[in-house]
């Protein structure tokens, strides 16, 4: 586990494989109502040369989204889980 430094003095605690991922973005503390988020900001350029504010991206999404993108299950895998399932209750309520 490793730390990524916020603002105002908090830290966010990563996986190892997940460091470098995050770590190349400058991320700070924002408040929400009951709880601290990392968050950065995405910025884009306009064509006079200024730039300006585009959208907040939370780390935790982040996370979630290179997770999922590790294995993302084929149609098969998931037409299996579904018979699975399917044939788990099955055999729970005594049909099979």
Same mark, same amino acid.
């Given at each position: 586990?490793?730390?990524?430094?916020?603002?105002?003095?908090?830290?966010?605690?990563?996986?190892?494989? =997940? &460091?470098?991922?995050?770590?190349? @973005?400058? @991320?700070?503390? /924002?408040?929400?109502?009951?709880? @601290?988020?990392?968050? %950065?900001?995405? =910025?884009?350029?306009?064509?006079?040369?200024? @730039? %300006? !504010?585009?959208?907040?991206?939370? =780390? !935790? %999404?982040?996370? *979630?989204?290179?997770?999922?993108?590790? !294995? *993302?299950?084929?149609?098969?895998?998931?037409?299996? /889980?579904? /018979? &699975?399932?399917?044939?788990? /209750?099955?055999?729970? &309520?005594?049909?099979?």
């Amino acid at each position: 586990m490793k730390k990524i430094k916020l603002t105002k003095g908090l830290e966010a605690i990563v996986d190892d494989d =997940m &460091f470098e991922e995050l770590n190349q @973005w400058k @991320w700070y503390a /924002r408040k929400g109502r009951y709880t @601290w988020y990392a968050t %950065r900001k995405v =910025m884009e350029k306009l064509p006079n040369g200024r @730039w %300006r !504010h585009k959208k907040l991206v939370h =780390m !935790h %999404r982040e996370v *979630k989204r290179c997770l999922t993108s590790i !294995h *993302k299950p084929t149609i098969a895998e998931l037409l299996m /889980r579904c /018979r &699975f399932l399917s044939a788990n /209750r099955i055999n729970a &309520f005594g049909l099979l």
